[in-house]
């Protein structure tokens, strides 16, 4: 063992510099506070760690004349963990925690990474600067897969491709996109560790492009900086990760509901009509979506405006008002572009509020829409100036902010921000963008839950409650087929609330049969957000009848799985699980499963299989193994371990409930403000090879923030244990101090059973209802806040 020294770093740096990436030396190590620091002859290493399941390292080149400690954008965890054990030999260092080691070999130097004593991944060249870029090296076992780069159409394996790390719109992609809106730097792999590479500006993920079983990160400039992250589950990965970059936020309730959207609605009385024309065709709805008509009447030309457009709609705060008495919320759309001919040109040129050129004028330059400035939200005056209109249209009634285009769509490298360069800040600009608008709804409309719609972001992005989308996809049948991969895949790398336009955006495409089937895929994604451009309706109101009759089923399934629903935002919140969940997380172990996403977890306890091509009559589903798996329409049981071919029905897609499962569902309702939490049914999947299992049901009002932090929410738990031919279920409840409750009634319906039962006790009640042909037995349950609710069942032999 060896004792260790303060050393002072800025004496180590007086050391003149001969040549850069001349093989790394080792030379001494220290210990400061909680960092341990190898000095290497080009520079130093500093290693911390966040828990005994995330390690940070930093390197910082004798060159490099900033802190090594720069400012993070993704990262809000704090490196407090000191549990960590040094031990030198002449040959190596290691550091050992209860988790993650770190084997630091002397010559040749290298450092090695491993979990529980197990090898995960080490560095291969470590940093290097080249002419042009800065990099840093990984070996790859061969066989390994990987995941991660942000939102791609690429397949789940992404193994093979050099990813460029540059944010950008790919208008009408289908099967295939190698750059999208998000491009995160962040690598998973098959052997269940992560690697988050710590730095914003531009640059390249390369995931082995040359078949050398190399990992490469690549970037023009900053910090060279990237975290190991480990788990002993895919499920541990994704928690330890969201701890580090920050959870998302509870979602306000109404945001699973289906939304009224497209490109775009032209006058409030078309807003009105369309809603309207829900309540008609008595369509549940919650909210509508205005794009740019709201703030001017032409497609080009008006972006910049940021104000409403008095001609088309001369009484926006009482169209407002009005839609919120029926229960659907106005979101409005913005861009970070004002344009030299809007009204809000010469306002933001006088306030000094727009990214610059080389000689400090405002950055101008021509793109789709017209000649543009860009709002530098880097600069105070800017945040402020932009956050100022965003308050204003909060206080018309408006529920929630679409940021459209905040790649920036548009980005020339010359433009200059009050933080850096443009490449420097561009893949942070949708991230920070949605910064600036949840610290100004925490600031000034602290009760209020914000949803911020976005179509670009940054590792970290969800802390801000961002909701991304995988952008303009085309109306075709390869624009659907590329949307679970997306979805899954941002899901592993935090964003769990990735989306598409349902239905598809891009194109003339009148396909009925492609629309409701993207629409019953999207009752299993996180929002429901049915939009197009205008030539083709995206609201079911506007579809042919069958199309409609179709869109309706699917969307009043949405919203009785409500319950279950709000419950995966919960575990979001709490724990980081995404709601799409790739099969192998099921099945870590199953390489068959490892660039698999046509079947994926809706939550825990539903297996859902979307139909992604025309004119299918049947289709094959794996069922993950140590389950037995119910159809969730006919209750049919599968065993699970094997892949089956199962029929299509033209108003459903393939979707099953694990053996075990509580899956709470409320009654149909218009609009969510109509939910009512007080009387519902808990439907249980009762099947003899489970003889325990449980879960909980999270509630809460809704709508005001930090329901768990002000102990505003409830926890129902249930749990069922078998005994023979005896059956008892049990519930109880957690309830925060400053939540209101009320007693409540609900059914428990047990499906799976052959028989028609001998007993049931609830209490002093015996009642229930059997149902023969179905059957399934109904059990009313009565309950009053904080009671102990046992109910116990005597089946036949």
């Known amino acids: 063992m060896k004792t260790y020294i303060f050393l002072i770093f800025s004496l180590f740096f007086t050391v003149s510099i001969t040549a850069q990436n001349v093989e790394r030396q080792f030379i001494e190590t220290a210990?400061?506070?909680?960092?341990?620091?190898?000095?290497?002859?080009?520079?130093?290493?500093?290693?911390?760690?966040?828990?005994s399941e995330i390690v940070e390292t930093i390197f910082r080149p004798k060159w490099d004349k900033n802190p090594y400690d720069t400012i993070s954008h993704a990262v809000v965890k704090k490196p407090k963990y000191s549990k960590f054990e040094v031990i030198e030999s002449v040959q190596d260092i290691k550091v050992k925690t209860s988790g993650v080691n770190i084997t630091i070999t002397k010559t040749p130097f290298q450092i090695s990474y491993y979990y529980k004593d197990k090898l995960i991944t080490s560095e291969k060249a470590g940093y290097v600067k080249n002419d042009s870029l800065e990099t840093i090296e990984f070996n790859l076992t061969k066989d390994e897969v990987l995941y991660g780069g942000g939102a791609r159409a690429l397949g789940m394996n992404r193994r093979g491709h050099r990813l460029?790390?540059?944010?950008?719109?790919?208008?009408?992609y289908e099967t295939h996109s190698e750059l999208m809106n998000f491009t995160l730097p962040i690598v998973l792999s098959s052997n269940k560790y992560m690697i988050h590479f710590d730095n914003a500006p531009i640059g390249f993920l390369d995931l082995d492009s040359k078949g050398d079983n190399t990992l490469k990160y690549e970037t023009?400039?900053?910090r060279k900086t990237y975290q190991v992250i480990v788990g002993d589950s895919w499920y541990d990965i994704t928690n330890n990760y969201t701890d580090l970059t920050g959870k998302q936020p509870m979602l306000p309730r109404w945001a699973l509901g289906n939304f009224s959207s497209r490109f775009g609605y032209h006058s409030q009385e078309e807003v009105e009509m369309t809603i309207d024309k829900y309540k008609d065709e008595e369509i549940p709805v919650d909210a509508i979506i205005l794009d740019l008509y709201w703030f001017g009447k032409d497609l080009k030309g008006t972006m910049g405006n940021l104000e409403v457009f008095r001609d088309s709609f001369p009484d926006f705060e009482g169209m407002v008002k009005r839609l919120n008495d029926k229960g659907v919320k106005t979101i409005t759309i913005t861009e970070p572009f004002v344009l030299t001919t809007s009204k809000k040109w010469d306002e933001a040129v006088e306030k000094d509020v727009l990214a610059k050129d080389s000689i400090g004028n405002p950055a101008?330059?021509?793109?789709?829409?017209?000649?543009?400035?860009?709002?530098?939200?880097?600069?105070p005056e800017g945040e402020k100036w932009f956050w100022n209109i965003?308050?204003?249209?909060?206080?018309?009634?408006?529920?929630?902010?679409?940021?459209?285009?905040?790649?920036?769509?548009?980005?020339?490298?010359?433009?200059?921000?009050?933080?850096?360069?443009?490449?420097?800040?561009?893949?942070?600009?949708?991230?920070?963008?949605?910064?600036?608008?949840?610290?100004?709804?925490?600031?000034?409309?602290p009760n209020t839950r914000p949803f911020i719609l976005m179509r670009a972001g940054y590792s970290g992005s969800q802390r801000y409650g961002m909701i991304p989308w995988s952008g303009d996809v085309n109306r075709t049948w390869g624009g659907l087929q590329s949307q679970p991969e997306i979805a899954l895949q941002m899901g592993m790398q935090g964003l769990a609330y990735m989306h598409s336009d349902l239905g598809g955006f891009a194109g003339?495409?009148?396909?009925?049969?492609?629309?409701?089937?993207?629409?019953q895929y999207g009752v299993f994604n996180p929002i429901f957000r049915p939009h197009a451009q205008e030539d083709v309706p995206s609201e079911p109101v506007f579809r042919s009848k069958k199309a409609k009759a179709l869109a309706k089923e699917a969307i009043e399934l949405r919203y009785k799985l409500l319950p279950y629903n709000y419950n995966l935002v919960y575990e979001n919140n709490q724990f980081g699980k995404p709601l799409m969940r790739p099969l192998f997380f099921e099945e870590s172990d199953n390489p068959e499963l490892f660039n698999y996403s046509k079947t994926y977890l809706w939550g825990n306890d539903i297996l859902v299989s979307p139909v992604l091509?025309?004119?299918?009559?049947?289709?094959?589903?794996?069922?993950p193994k140590n389950n037995v798996w119910f159809d969730f329409y006919t209750h049919e049981k599968i065993e699970g371990g094997q892949t089956k071919t199962v029929q299509l029905k033209e108003n459903s897609i393939p979707t099953y409930v694990r053996a075990g499962a509580f899956i709470p569902m409320a009654k149909l309702?218009?609009?969510?403000?109509?939910?009512?939490?007080?009387y519902y049914q808990v439907h249980y999947y009762y099947d003899e090879s489970v003889t325990a299992s449980s879960a909980q049901i999270y509630t809460d009002n809704g709508m005001s923030s930090g329901p768990i932090q002000n102990e505003n929410y409830e926890l129902l738990s249930f749990k069922m244990s078998k005994k023979g031919h005896r059956l008892q279920f049990e519930i109880n409840d957690v309830i925060g101090d400053n939540l209101e409750t009320e007693g409540r009634v609900f059914y428990l319906l047990i499906h799976g059973l052959d028989k028609k039962p001998k007993s049931v006790i609830v209490g002093p009640s015996r009642r229930f209802e059997w149902d023969e042909n179905s059957k399934l037995l109904k059990i009313p349950v009565e309950r009053n806040p904080r009671e102990h609710s046992l109910i116990k069942i005597k089946l036949k032999k």
């Open 31 to 51: 210990k400061q506070d909680n960092n341990f620091v190898v000095m290497v002859n080009d520079g130093v290493y500093i290693f911390r760690f966040y828990s």
């Open 164 to 172: 460029q790390l540059y944010n950008r719109a790919h208008y009408g």
């Open 220 to 222: 023009i400039s900053g």
């Open 364 to 379: 101008k330059y021509d793109f789709y829409f017209g000649n543009t400035g860009l709002i530098d939200i880097y600069k």
């Open 390 to 445: 965003y308050k204003e249209l909060v206080k018309m009634g408006v529920a929630g902010i679409w940021g459209d285009l905040g790649e920036p769509e548009v980005h020339p490298s010359w433009v200059q921000h009050h933080t850096g360069s443009a490449d420097e800040v561009h893949n942070i600009y949708g991230h920070d963008w949605a910064r600036l608008i949840h610290e100004g709804y925490q600031r000034d409309f």
């Open 508 to 519: 003339a495409n009148l396909d009925d049969e492609l629309y409701v089937r993207w629409l």
């Open 613 to 623: 091509e025309a004119g299918k009559k049947e289709q094959e589903v794996y069922f």
């Open 669 to 678: 309702m218009q609009t969510t403000i109509d939910y009512k939490d007080t």
